[in-house]
Structures are given as C-alpha cells and as structure tokens.
C-alpha cells in the first residue's frame, strides 16, 4: 500500500517540515496564519511573472478560438451584470439562438454551445485580476454562464464531453479547474441556501468525473489532476487548530457534511484509486498544513462509500502508531488518533469501535506501549496533554480500559487517570454515566445516567433475545461497575409492570440475571412484590395486552417517513444521485431517532442471530418501522428502474443496506424477512417479489460484516450465513411455494447479473447463495418441459431479462425462460461446479415436496422422477453431478439422502411429516419406489456377474451406507447419543424393509454357503439390530419374515432349493443365532409361509434345517404338555423354543412343568437358564407388567433348583466370552443393554441361591463380587432404571423384589448378602481376589477391606459360622 508515500517522499529527498512540539501542533499554524502585505504583494508578483513567462494568455486564445464561432458571441447574448440576465426568457432566447447559428454552420447545437461555452471560460479566468483568485465580476459572469449552461443542457443542447475536451485542449484548463475549485470550495465554506452560486458550483462538479475525461487526456495526466484536486481541497484555508479538530470532529461526520464535497471526494477516490488516495492523504498531512474539517470528513467518506478502503486506512494507522513510537513522534500521534476517531463515528459496521481499536492497541502486551518505560511515559504524556481537550467520552473509554502497565511502572496509569477523572469532574460528568454499549457517534455528548440507563437495557435485552446468553458488558458491569449496575442499570430494569401470562424476553432475562446471581434476592422479591402490586391496580380493560405507544413516537416516525420519500424522490433524478449518500446517512440518523437508540455498538456483529422460523415474532414498534424501510427499499427500487438499469444507478441500494445492517433493527429485519419469504411467500405482490430479490443481492454483499444467523429447528448444520439463511427460507413444497421461489430467484438473479454485469460469474460467487440457484435450477426443470431440452447453441437473449420483471405486465415464466436460455448464463453454471444442481441436489429437493400440493399430478411426477434419474443425472459424469452411469451410485446416494432428510431438519417441519416413521405423510413414496425399482435393475445388471448390488469381493451398496452411517454414530454413553443412535438404526431397518428381500440373503455362489449380502446382513443384525429388540434374543416379526422372503428367493433361483436353505441355515446356527431365536418365537405366522411356498413350487417337505425348528417347537410343545419327546440338536435351538413356549404358561403350573427338566440334558438346562435370565432382564426393561417380572423369576429360580439338583454349575453364564467352547455363541443371543444387566439378573435371584452351594462352590464368591463390582457401577452410571409407582403399587406379592425397591434396594441387599458370606467361605475362595479388585476397591470400599483382610488371615480364621442371610 502506499504507506507509505509519506515516508517515499522523505527518503527522495523531499522537503519535510521541522517536527512540533505540542504546543505548536495544538495552535496549528501559528505564525504562518499571519497577514504579512508585503510578503503576499511579492507573492503575487512572482507568481504573475511566472505564469506570463510560460504562455500568453491572449494570443493562445486568438489561435486557438474557432473562426465560425466569431459569428455567436455570449457576451452580446446575455449580460451578466444585470440580475434578470438569467431569466427564463433570456435562457430561451439563447437557445434560439444557439439552433439557428448550428442550423446554418451544419453542426450540432450541443458541440456549437459547448465550444462557445468553453472559450467563454478561459475568456472569464483570464481576465485581469488577482494572479489566482476571481474577482467578484468574475465571479458573477462565471455562475451566470454556468446557469445558463445547465438550462442548455436540461433541453439536450450542451455536449459535456465536448465541452470538458475544450478545456483540456487549452493550456489554461488547469488554471481554470484550479481557480472553479477555489471558487466552489469557498461558496461550500460559506453554507449557502440554494444560491446561484452553489447552484453554480453543483453544475461545476460535474467535471471532476473520471469517465468524462477518459480520452481527452493521458491517465498519468488525469490522476496527477486529480491528486492535486485532492490536496488542494485539503489543504484549503488551513487556520483551524489541532485542539479545534479534536472537539469538532464529531460535527464533521459523513452525515453532516456538504454532500457536494462528498460526492467529490468519492469522484476523486474513484480517479485516483484508493490506495493512491490513501497514500495522497498521507503526503498532505506530512508536508502540508491541512484543513481539519476537510481531512476529516474526506475519512468519513473514505470508510463509509468504500468499504474495501477499511483496511487501508487500518494499516495508514497502524504505519502512524508505530512510527511515532519509534520516533516519539506527536504529529503521527495525532494524526493517528483523530483519524481513528474520525472513523468510529461512522459505527462499527464501517469501522470498529474506538474501544476496540484503543483496547487492540494499548491492552495487552503487546501494544505499542511496551517497548520500554520511555514508551510508556510518551503514552500517557500525550494521553494527559490531550485531557483538556477532547471530549468527556473518550476520557471514559481511556478509564474503563487502560492500557496494560507493568507494576512497577503503575503510578503512570494513576496519575493519569486521576487527571482525566478531575476533569471529568470539571466537565460535571459522572464517571458512571458512560453506558455499557459505547456509541461515540450519538448527536448528544453525555447522557443522563436514568436515560442511559434505558439504551443500556433495551439493548441487553435484544442481544439475549438473539443469543440466550447475559451479554457481556451487563456481567462486566455487575463485578467492576458495580455502582452503575446496582444504582441505574438495574433498577430500570426492575421497573414494576404488569407481568404478562406469556414471559416476554424481559421476564426470561431477568430470570437468567437471577439464577447467575446478578440479582440480590431483596432486590428481586422487591421486584416481584411490585409487579403484584401493578396488577392489582390494573384498570379495566388493560388486561388485553394492548399498549399504547407514547404520542412522541409518531413524531420520529413521520420524520423518517419524511426522509425516505426524499430518497425516493432522488431515485429518478440522475442529477441528483451526487445527494444520495448524504440522504441516505439522514435516514440513518432518522431510523435512530425512531427506534429509541443509536446505531450498533458492534455486539450484535459479533454474535449470531438467534430466530425462530416456525414462530418468529415482533414488537409493534420494531414491525412497524421494518415494514417502512422494506417498503422504502421496493419503492425506490421500481422507482430507479423505471428510469435506469441497475448496473447504471447510484449505489444507494448498498448505502441503504448498510444503514439496516447498522442498527440493532437488523434482527427485527431478518425476523420480518422470514415472515414474509416463508410463512407469507406466496402473496407477495410483484414489486414486494422484486425488492426483496434486489435486498437479498446487496445483504449478501455485505456478507462480510453481518453476523451469521441461528434459524432453532431448520439448522441442520449450525449457524447459517445470512444469503444461505434467505435461501432457505424458499421452500419448495407446493405449487404455491414453487411458484414464488421460481419468482424470487429469477429477480435475484437477474438483478444480480445486471446489478453486476462486468463480472457477472464473480457477482454470483459473492452476492448470491448457491443454494438459491439450485433451487431456481430445481423449479425450471420441474415446472418446463422446454428447460429439460438442451438449451440452443445461439444466444437467445441478447440481455439479462431484468426489464420486463419491474414492469406491469410481468410475465415471470416468459422472464425465467428467458433468463434460462440465456447462454451467458448457461456457461456461468457449467464454469462454477459449485452451482451446479447434483443428483444429490435434486434429491434433497424432491423430498420436500408434498404430493398432494404438488403442481405435478402422479404420473407427472413420476415421469418426471424418471427422466431426471434414468435421462439426466445416470448418464451425466459424476464431475459435473451426475452418476456417471453407475446405477450402484445412483442407489447409494438417493439411500444415503433419504435418511440424511429424516435425521436432519432440512424441512423444518419433518419430524412430523416423515413416512419413513409412523404415522408420517406420503411424501417420499415416489421417491422410495424409484428406489426399489433401481434396486431391482441392479440385480438384473447383466453386466454385474453378481445380480444382487455387489461384486463378490464387494460389499452391497445398502449395507456400506448402514455401516459408514453408524460408525460416523460413535457409541456413547449419553442419552441423546443413544437416541440419536437408535432412531439411526430404526431409519435403517425401515428402509431395509422397504427393499426386495433378496438384499438380505444375496445369491450364494458355489462352494461358497453365504454371499457377501448376507454376511453383511448377519453383521447388522449380530452388532446392531439385535440391540433393537424389546424381547431380547430374537429380531422383529417384521425383519424376521423378510428374511426368510428372501431365503424363498434365493432357493427358487438355485438348482438345489433344498441344500441351498440348509446351507445357510447351518450357516445362521454359528454366524448369526439370532435368526434360528426369531424364527422360533414367530413361527406360528412363519410356518404357514414357508410351507405353502415350498409345498406350492416344489411338492415336497421343508428342508432339514427347517425341519428342525419345527421339531424344536413341537419338543417344547410336548414337554409342557407331558407329552414324551427326545430334544432335537442342537441343544440351544430347543431350549430356546422351550423358553418361549414357556412364556405361554399360566404362572400356577410353571413348576410342575419345569420339573420334567431333569430329564434334559445339562446343555439343554444351561441354555434354557440364558435364555430365561434374557427374559427376566427384558421383563425388568419394560416394566409394564410386574406380573411378568416376577413370574421370570420364579422361572429362572426353578431352573436353579433343578441345576442344583443334578450338581450342575450355572456359574459361567455370568463370565461367558465369545471364545468359551460350546456357550460362547449365546453371547451373539444377548443384546448389549442385557449383558451389561446381567449384575441385576444375577442380585434378583438371591432368594433362589442355595446356601451350602454358595458357601462351598469355590467360584462362587469370586463371581458374586465381580457382580456386585458390576452392580454398583451400573448404579453409579445411572444405567439400571427405577420402577414406576404403579408398577409399585401393583405389586401385592410378598417378599423382596427388585421393583418394590428400585437399584438401591437391590445394591443394599447384595452388600449385605457379601459382607455375610464372606466370612463363612473357605479360604481357597479368595485366590486372585487382589486382581479381581484392581481398579476397583473405590466402588465399596468396606466390602474391598473385608475381603482383603479375608484373603489374609491365617487359618484358625475360617471358621464355619451359619450365616443369617434373610
């Protein structure tokens, strides 16, 4: 950047001036402001003398003067020192003039006047007066001529370019634009009132425009005019002080500056460039005494009209901070400061505020202060000579927060902030009586504390409305200002009122400040006691909620109303686009005025946006306002196109979106947006349609500066920018919603492309969310056949179609094909891949939409639905969206979107409407039976030498999306994770269901018993769907019937049906039991399935394996029927039958039907025991039948007599692993949640465990401590569940229960049962007790003791003692 051309020119060996001392940088120009006659009279002479050495002014005009022209004389055209020369009539009577002398020379009438105009400049400038300035005669013929030129130019007979092609052809065009300027400046310096002579200096300005000298002269020439135009202005009559600046500055802001002077600087800015304006600016202020006023209000043009130009001057600031620290400069120092504060009074959102800038520079250790103490002491000598001068504000910012001082260097800080606050004192300033939201640009110095106050707490309140959080200045304020908080800033707070039934944002604040204890409980009841009182005096009728605003509201509001129809009255007068920006900057001034506060102090900025879509709300007053500006901004809009194109208007859009975007209205603003785009879209009238189009293109524009936006339930993925946040509030689900979104987005495109013309592509980048043009893409493609054809090669619109859009007659859909086959357009989305519409775009669309308000009929829509997969994204190469031919991908993406819409908020409201749970809406049907239809086409590949979705070495498509989906789910021991994970896997198991049923079992190929489609499928059921079932060890009917459908399949398609079932069904004895469980408990619906498929195809028995599961139920049939029968093999497939069978019988015969056990097999008796503890532990879960519970049981208590009886050991149940031979497959029978139960299984059968054999069985101490370890932990992680009082209450049995006393219950008796049998155990029961314990003895440390020590005592220590255990 050009920092710095100051410091180029220094080193070129450029004149630089003496360095001040601070008197003389306060005094200003000291004795170089004093009239010396003699010494200006050699001036003049010089100058004189040097001016006529280099030209004759006289003889340069007869060479140069036209012949033809000799003929039309002005000055015998008007006379300029009459007052009526002017007039309406002589302004006609030269134009008469003017078209009867170019009729008969055969020129142009606007080329004849701008030539005579020209030479009658140069005529007027060099005159014989002063050497440089105009005399008042000049001066007089000078603005006459100016009228009078503008009158020619209103009735198009004057040719600015011709005219400023003749000045620049002269020699003394820089001598006359030198002395129009001097002129101009002085008529501005003297604040006229629509005088000739600032009309005069208006019309002038218009020279100084880049684009009208562009071809008359070099670039090197016209920016070297320009850089002097600029440093003329600045420094023009330099006679005002560094200490008036200062105390001054705040009137010199852009809002109250001339806007013509605005309007050229922004001229000059736009010539020079702005980094060559920056660097102009740094020149003048190092060489030059300046004009303040015209220094600083060139900043306040600088930051707010150019927005890029922010960190120029951060950077010009931060070269000026550390030279004069390297230096120790006071004139860096200065500078610096005024400029920085010169800044911040635009608001944060042109430039941060001056508290963040001094806190940033001076509050940490890094600051430019902490080189060294002499650094230090410049700092606060300077800060301290600037105490008498500067405003009372900035004392505060300084006090509130000093710069960082070492310890030892301390009294420096205090020092000067004793000197600020007794001048603060002086002043009659409180210290308190700076608010907690600094806004340094407010019209008033100091506000009372009581109105203070006010701001502060309105403005607390919107920042917690947005962020649900205490803002940070209000907990700053309540521990280092506790003054200020207690004494002001809460009692307004507290003001008493009538509560509403509804808590209001100040209630929920108020409540928050209370639970943070920011609120002393006095004060709070006080509070309360107050509002109770309010409402017991409430007069009739105030109990509607109806509020009266204040009748001094309606006097700001009108003065904005005022304000914007001026602005709009602007819009349709290109002469008066120079106005814009200051206009614009009233109606900020206006806006504040009437919301009650100032601009933002950056707070806002800073955090994001909290909104409700579903329900958003707004105050009166804020909704009121809102729907003036928006209003404002569409009518301005249709106003300046109906006279220009956007690309040709002034920047007054971005200037009014800026002054939104300042305020802390902005929320009200976006809440007011989401309204009206969501919940109203559809009624929107066309020029609604069209402004909030053209709103959405500029609020993206300064995307940079806004906050991003949290939308609650239709965050999908967190805070959302504010373009992606308007997006998507375009829905896309009826024929209402396409069609407006089809409106809105072919306006914001289109104004965009036009607004932005010159680089089109990059303006879509910027301004524009991707997602508003897919949706656009999205809505073409549905709604018109002619968007699905391939556009024509030729331009079909020579324009973007943004003209017909504003007018009566809008034809949209004519515009949005227009707009479509527009092949700039088309090239601009096959260039940018990133706005492109995907496969996986249209599917996330398509699930929005609802099918029985859709614009598409049925078979519409699935005509539709297969062009666009099968026609458009199959074949489309995947890097431009498409499949790429892959039908596979094609399958895998619509499955992974489809639970991707269902576990996200996307929609808004989908958690209601989701057909994929019950009782959800049809509206992903269409696209799920394109699904099965893809699903099946991949099975008939005949290219694929698997037809089943998957190589033989690859997985299926299906299951690669379940398991990548659950992964990404890592397991967790939170609630919501859990949830989150189960609802994941019943989005899983629904689809599957929704699939052909040959995807479970696949085709198994030869030698080969399984495919790898029902490997995949054993794996999800072994590691997550038997975790979703409420009976424990069995699957859903609904999964175990659709595999079995798809074993049917798959032996309809062999050469062997019979071996092919046996196969894997011996497969699903070791690889995934569960199977074999489920098919027993349903095989009551099951059996008459298989047997009437197979017997129908075949004619013939089931196959063995099948066989076996019907010997299996008819084993347990019998046994319970005392009916004799041999148990069929394997054992565990017929205990796993007798216990469900089981579960049939009435609780009065369960024990005389368990007593045919002993006949069984300890393997059989083993099993059947797993499987009634499963039972037992689901029966605990549910707890909707305490009956049940307790018959579970007495089920397991009589497996445990009978295990007894016959001296088997039951014990490695409790320790299985998958490695044990002959139990560890019951492990894969166990959903997790009943494994890590088994402690409570294992402490529930207490009343069931034999004395003798608990006391003498040498493994049984060590596995009731491991439970009881387990227990106890189980119980800490809040794992086991507490039965409910009507479980409670049902329970009329006797004896101890588990439900009757919850987990605590059952931990303390377990306690009690160990701490009694340890005693009584034989010392060899207490091997390998120390690593048993290890990590452990924290879980009960008594009972840890009491084994320890058991484990070491001698041996007159085991002595027998009978326990008292009940």
């Known amino acids: 950047m050009a920092e710095l051309k100051a410091e180029g020119v220094a080193a070129g060996g450029g004149p630089l001036r003496p360095r001040k001392s601070w008197t003389e940088l306060l005094a200003g120009r000291v004795k170089k402001q004093k009239y010396n006659p003699e010494r200006e009279q050699k001036l003049k002479e010089s100058a004189l003398h040097l001016l006529r050495q280099h030209q004759n002014m006289q003889d340069l005009l007869l060479e140069v003067e036209d012949p033809q022209c000799k003929k039309l004389c002005l000055s015998k055209l008007m006379e300029g020192d009459r007052p009526e020369a002017t007039s309406e009539r002589s302004s006609s009577l030269i134009c008469f003039a003017f078209q009867d002398q170019a009729s008969r020379l055969g020129v142009p009438v606007g080329i004849l006047s701008a030539q005579v105009f020209a030479q009658s400049m140069q005529q007027v400038c060099v005159e014989p007066s002063h050497p440089l300035l105009l005399s008042p005669q000049q001066r007089k013929k000078l603005a006459s001529s100016l009228e009078v030129a503008q009158h020619l130019l209103a009735h198009n007979m004057f040719s600015r370019l011709t005219f400023c092609q003749e000045l620049w052809k002269a020699q003394v065009a820089t001598v006359v634009l030198q002395r129009m300027l001097t002129f101009a400046l002085d008529t501005l310096d003297a604040d006229p009132q629509a005088t000739p002579d600032y009309q005069a200096a208006r019309g002038w300005f218009g020279v100084y425009s880049g684009h009208r000298c562009c071809g008359v002269t070099a670039v090197d020439s016209l920016k070297q005019f320009f850089s002097s135009t600029l440093t003329q202005i600045l420094t023009y009559k330099p006679v005002l002080k560094v200490s008036d600046a200062m105390q001054m500055q705040k009137e010199w802001s852009f809002a109250k500056t001339q806007p013509l002077l605005t309007m050229l600087y922004c001229r000059v800015f736009v010539a020079l460039g702005l980094e060559e304006s920056v660097g102009c600016l740094q020149e003048v202020l190092e060489l030059q005494e300046v004009n303040w006023r ?198 307004t707070l507290l003001a008493p009122r009538v509560l509403p039934e509804v808590p209001d944002s100040r209630v929920a604040f108020i409540e928050t400040l209370k639970r943070a204890d920011k609120i002393p409980s006095s004060v709070y009841e006080a509070y309360r006691q107050a509002c109770a009182t309010a409402e017991q005096k409430q007069p009739e009728g105030a109990a509607s909620g109806k509020r009266r605003d204040p009748d001094c509201a309606n006097q700001p509001l009108g003065l904005l109303t005022a304000a914007l129809e001026e602005l709009r009255a602007l819009m349709t007068d290109p002469t008066q686009y120079s106005v814009i920006s200051a206009q614009v900057a009233v109606v900020s001034e206006r806006l504040s005025a009437a919301l009650g506060h100032s601009t933002s102090d950056g707070s806002l900025r800073r955090s994001k946006i909290q909104l409700s879509v579903l329900t958003p709300t707004l105050q009166r007053q804020d909704e009121a306002v809102v729907d003036l500006l928006l209003t404002a901004f569409c009518q301005n809009l249709m106003a300046a196109s109906s006279f220009v194109s956007p690309e040709r208007q002034s920047p007054w859009a971005a200037l009014f979106v800026r002054t939104l975007c300042g305020h802390t209205l902005f929320p009200a603003v976006l809440t007011r947006l989401c309204q009206l785009l969501y919940h109203q879209g559809p009624s929107l009238s066309a020029t609604h349609v069209l402004g909030l189009a053209a709103l959405a293109v500029h609020l993206g524009e300064a995307r940079s500066v806004l906050p991003e936006v949290n939308p609650g339930v239709h965050a999908s993925a967190g805070s959302l920018c504010v373009p992606e946040f308007l997006s998507s509030l375009l829905t896309c689900r009826t024929r209402e919603s396409l069609l407006f979104c089809l409106r809105f987005c072919t306006a914001a495109i289109s104004y965009c492309l036009c607004k932005f013309s010159e680089h089109p592509c990059a303006s879509l980048h910027k301004y524009l969310s991707p997602g508003l043009i897919k949706k656009f893409q999205f809505v073409m493609l549905r709604l018109f056949l002619e968007a699905r054809e391939p556009c024509p090669t030729k331009c079909t619109a020579a324009h973007v179609p943004w003209r017909p859009l504003y007018l009566p007659s809008a034809d949209w859909q004519s515009a949005a094909l227009a707009l479509w086959r527009w092949s700039s357009f088309q090239e601009l989305l096959k260039e940018n891949k990133f706005y492109q519409l995907t496969y996986k775009d249209w599917i996330q669309l398509e699930l929005e939409i609802q099918p029985e308000a859709d614009v598409l009929s049925d078979t519409e829509r699935q005509d539709f639905h297969q062009w666009a997969i099968y026609e458009h994204y199959f074949p489309a190469p995947a890097a431009s969206g498409g499949c790429g031919g892959d039908l596979e991908l094609a399958c895998t993406v619509l499955v992974s979107e489809l639970m991707d819409f269902h576990q996200s908020s996307r929609s808004y409201e989908h958690s209601e409407h989701s057909d994929l749970v019950r009782g959800g809406r049809r509206g992903n049907e269409a696209l799920l039976s394109r699904l099965q239809e893809m699903t099946v086409d991949l099975e008939l590949d005949p290219g694929s030498s698997v037809p089943s979705g998957c190589s033989a070495s690859q997985s299926h498509f299906l299951f690669r999306v379940f398991r990548s989906r659950l992964q990404a789910l890592a397991r967790a021991d939170s609630m919501a994770a859990r949830l989150q994970r189960q609802q994941e896997l019943l989005l899983c198991k629904r689809l599957l269901l929704r699939l052909p049923p040959s995807v479970l079992v696949g085709n198994p190929q030869t030698r080969q018993p399984l495919s790898r489609s029902c490997e995949e499928f054993f794996d999800l059921v072994n590691s997550e769907l038997k975790n979703f079932c409420c009976h424990g060890s069995v699957l859903t009917h609904d999964v175990t019937i659709h595999f079995f459908r798809g074993l049917l399949n798959v032996c309809f398609r062999s050469q062997d049906p019979a071996l092919v079932a046996n196969l894997i069904l011996k497969e699903c004895q070791t690889e995934c039991p569960l199977i074999l469980t489920s098919a027993l408990l349903w095989w009551s619906s099951l059996q008459p399935l298989l047997c009437g498929w197979w017997r129908k195809c075949y004619q013939s028995t089931l196959p063995q394996e099948l066989q076996r599961l019907q010997e299996a139920r008819e084993f347990a049939s019998n046994l319970l029927s005392a009916s004799a029968s041999s148990a069929p093999s394997p054992a565990w497939v017929s205990a796993a039958a007798l216990h469900f069978a089981t579960r049939e019988v009435s609780e009065e015969n369960i024990k005389t039907h368990l007593r045919r056990l002993d006949c069984e097999g300890e393997e059989l008796l083993i099993s059947f025991l797993f499987f009634s503890l499963m039972g037992l532990l689901s029966s605990y879960l549910m707890q909707g039948d305490t009956a049940e519970y307790l018959k579970a049981v007495d089920i397991c208590g009589e497996v445990l007599v009978c295990l007894e009886r016959r001296k088997v050991s039951w014990l490695m149940l409790f320790q299985l692993t998958e490695t044990d031979a002959g139990l560890g497959h019951l492990l894969r029978l166990a959903p997790e949640q009943h494994t890590r139960l088994l402690p409570v299984a294992f402490y529930s059968l207490l009343s069931h465990f034999n004395q003798d054999a608990t006391r003498k069985e040498e493994a049984f101490l060590r596995v009731a401590v491991d439970m009881y370890l387990k227990l106890v932990q189980l119980v800490v992680d809040g794992e086991t569940r507490i039965a409910s009082p009507q479980a409670s209450k049902s329970l009329k049995l006797q004896g101890p229960s588990l439900l009757q006393g919850g987990p605590v219950q059952l931990v303390t008796e377990a306690r009690i049962f160990l701490l009694q049998l340890i005693p009584q155990c034989s010392k060899h029961c207490f091997s390998n007790m120390t690593e048993l314990l290890a990590g452990r003895e924290d879980c009960d440390p008594e009972v840890s003791n009491a084994l320890l020590q058991r484990q070491q005592a001698g041996p007159s220590f085991d002595l027998y003692q009978e326990p008292r255990l009940f």
């Open 294 to 491: 015209h220094v600083l209000s060139c900043v306040s043009t600088l930051v707010v009209c150019f927005p890029e130009a922010k960190q120029l001057v951060k950077d010009w600031v931060a070269c000026l901070m550390a030279r004069a620290f390297e230096s120790y400069r006071l004139d860096c120092m200065v500078t610096a400061f005024l400029v920085v504060r010169q800044a911040t009074l635009e608001g944060p959102f042109v430039f941060p505020s001056y508290t963040d800038w001094f806190k940033e520079s001076f509050g940490s250790a890094s600051g430019y202060h902490s080189c060294s103490k002499k650094t230090l002491v410049f700092l606060f000598k300077f800060l301290s000579d600037l105490v008498p001068w500067e405003p009372a504000r900035y004392m505060q910012v300084h006090i509130f927060h000093p710069p960082l001082v070492p310890r030892k260097y301390h009294v420096l800080l205090t020092d000067y902030i004793s000197l600020a606050k007794t001048r603060l004192a002086d002043l009659k300033v409180s210290l308190e009586n700076m608010g907690l939201y600094e806004d340094l640009s407010s019209a008033g110095d100091i506000a009372e504390p009581q109105s203070q106050a006010i701001q502060d707490v309105e403005k607390a309140i919107v920042v917690f409305e947005q962020t649900g959080k205490i803002p940070m200045p209000v907990m700053e304020a309540s521990i280092f200002r506790r003054p200020y908080f207690l004494s002001h800033f809460l009692p």
